[in-house]
């Protein structure tokens, strides 16, 4: 069973920049697909970023393009969310997610993803 934990969310004015990571308990070599995934308050939950492995490649929604990075640490079995240029619109429960052994990846299907981490809470004022 694949666990995933993130950490790193927090409080942070707008403009502000924030980390989060997730940990994945298995090597990302064959958990090769790692989405992020948020969701505000009385609001359908919405993909992110994903990456895949080995390659590096990831894709972004829209929304966050140009301001938010994912990338791997593979030695750490860790997968990063960058994120700067926070607004109050970014608030929101962020999850990662994970596929193993995955054909294909993206994180526009949420339904793919058996694994889930806890989410981490981040809160952006104004």
């Known amino acids: 069973q694949v666990q995933l934990v993130e950490s790193g969310g927090g409080s942070v004015q707008a403009g502000g920049s924030l980390r989060l990571s997730c940990k994945v308990s298995e090597d990302t070599y064959f958990v090769n697909c790692v989405g992020w995934f948020r969701q505000a308050p009385g609001k359908v939950r919405e993909g992110v970023a994903h990456?895949?492995?080995?390659?590096?490649?990831?894709d972004y929604s829209d929304s966050v393009m140009g301001r938010f990075r994912i990338s791997r640490a593979n030695a750490e079995n860790t997968v990063y969310l960058e994120m700067r240029s926070l607004q109050s619109e970014d608030s929101a429960m962020y999850y990662c997610?994970?596929?193993?052994?995955?054909?294909?990846?993206?994180?526009?299907?949420?339904?793919?993803?058996?694994?889930w981490g806890q989410g981490t809470q981040v809160t952006v004022s104004a």
């Open positions: 997610a994970a596929r193993a052994w995955a054909r294909d990846c993206t994180f526009k299907d949420e339904g793919v993803f058996p694994y």
């Open positions: 990456i895949v492995s080995p390659s590096g490649y990831a």
